[in-house]
């Protein structure tokens, strides 16, 4: 199984590929031998001890957290699980800064020689303190560091790196997320004609570029914060011939005029952001809808949905282990009334989980690669509101 071509791609060597196809196995070992093990922990171990001392069964995922802290199992699968991030970001990180100078050369050719796909990077804008005081998701220097002048490097190594970590069952150009939201769109809303296009926090694009496909008369803007990013995405973009604007904007203040798109939407964005990033956020999107406008943002299923506080607690391990800290506390936001607080109606907001547009039994797999867990939801989580 291969990744899908485009112009962006970088080289392997047959050593880098073979170390690459380790970090993959690994991963796949501690989702499906080790981790349902930590259960009969918890099961066998765990939870009897807190039962004994407290009386009742822990009430939250924090109440595991603590008691799974001590449990020899727990600590050798979260510490062999975070090797295998650092893992697969050191030999991704390695494999493109190799061809750090070739990428950005290439980058620049790509997006030179098209005429339907632009970038715009901004230098100096102010990156916000979410993103620069961790290695987010262990990625050095998280997706907005630049080495050299119109730097990808991060982009080159974020693309290939999803599909690692998904291995391919987000589609075989990682687009799961856009396609399953757009399934969600044609469903729900099988009349809507957007003429504008807003992907906030688009990374490399992976999600943005379906909309090409299901709305071809919008025209399609893509904003991350990250400048190798979008120079990343609009050359893998115009390789593949694709018409988006990408700019580096904070999706929280962009420069849009007001009520410029029909149809706002993100993919697994708001959960690294932060409480105040969020909030402006909702209210960036409610500015920038024209009126009827939709605003839909994809993201991890809701705890709320899942009675045992085990199960909160494993898919919670990102929060501490992976530098993803806004990953739990987003579950515990009042999501209905920050919405509702941006001035979208009240009574349009829902939250649905969407069976994954690149495949329903594929995508329990990935929820449970991704989570190291055993969640069974198939897709995304919505946050949605209509304009007024
Ligand atoms: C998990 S990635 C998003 C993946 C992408 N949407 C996709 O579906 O492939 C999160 C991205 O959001 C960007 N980001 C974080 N905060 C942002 C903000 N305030 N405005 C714009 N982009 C932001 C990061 O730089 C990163 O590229």
């Known amino acids: 199984m291969r990744q899908g071509h485009h112009g962006m791609l970088p080289d392997n060597t047959q050593d880098e590929a073979s170390r690459q196809s380790f970090v993959q196995s690994l991963k ?20 009897p001890a807190f039962e004994k001392q407290h009386k009742r069964a822990p009430k939250s995922r924090h109440e595991v957290h603590d008691g799974m802290l001590r449990d020899s199992n727990f ?42 796909t632009t970038v715009r990077s901004n230098p100096d804008l102010a990156i916000p303190r979410y993103a620069t005081a961790v290695d987010i998701h262990t990625i050095p220097g998280g997706y907005h560091s630049e080495l050299i002048k119109d730097d990808v490097l991060t982009g080159a190594v974020y693309d290939p790196g999803v599909w690692l970590y998904s291995m391919g069952r987000m589609g075989d150009y990682n687009e799961d997320i856009g396609a399953t939201l757009i399934s ?3 469903e ?16 490399v694009g992976h999600s943005t570029l379906p909309y090409t496909e299901a709305y071809p008369e919008a025209e399609i803007h893509a904003v991350d914060i990250a400048g190798p990013m979008v120079r990343y995405g609009a050359a893998r973009a115009a390789s593949l011939g694709k018409a988006v ?20 939407v993100s993919h697994i964005l708001l959960h690294e952001t932060s409480h105040k990033g969020l909030r ?93 867990g055993d969640f069974g939801g198939a897709g995304a989580w919505f946050l949605w509101g209509a304009k007024k």
């Open 184 to 186: 969600f769109l044609k």
């Open 75 to 116: 600590q050798m699968w979260s510490s062999l699980q975070r090797t295998s991030q650092e893992l697969k970001q050191d030999s991704q990180t390695e494999i493109a800064f190799r061809q750090i100078d070739s990428l950005a050369e290439r980058a620049l050719k790509l997006v030179r020689g098209s005429n339907r």
């Open 245 to 264: 604007q990408f700019s580096q904007q904070n999706a929280e203040a962009t420069d849009y005029p007001d009520g410029y798109f029909d149809l706002i």
């Open 28 to 47: 796949l070992h501690l989702a499906r031998q080790v981790s349902p093990r930590l259960r009969s922990s918890y099961e066998q171990k765990v939870r």
């Open 188 to 203: 729900k809303h099988p009349g809507l004609k957007p003429k504008r296009i807003l992907d906030m926090g688009c990374a």
């Open 280 to 372: 402006n956020i909702v209210r960036e999107s409610h500015r920038l809808l024209a009126p009827g406008g939709l605003m839909i943002h994809a993201e991890t299923p809701s705890y709320g949905k899942l009675a045992d506080p085990y199960d909160q607690f494993i898919l919670d391990w990102d929060t501490y282990y992976n530098n993803e800290p806004y990953w739990g506390p987003l579950k515990d936001e009042d999501l209905r009334a920050i919405t509702a607080g941006a001035g979208f109606k009240r009574e349009n907001y829902f939250e649905q989980v969407q069976p994954s547009a690149v495949g329903g039994e594929h995508a329990k797999n990935r929820t449970k690669l991704f989570q190291g």
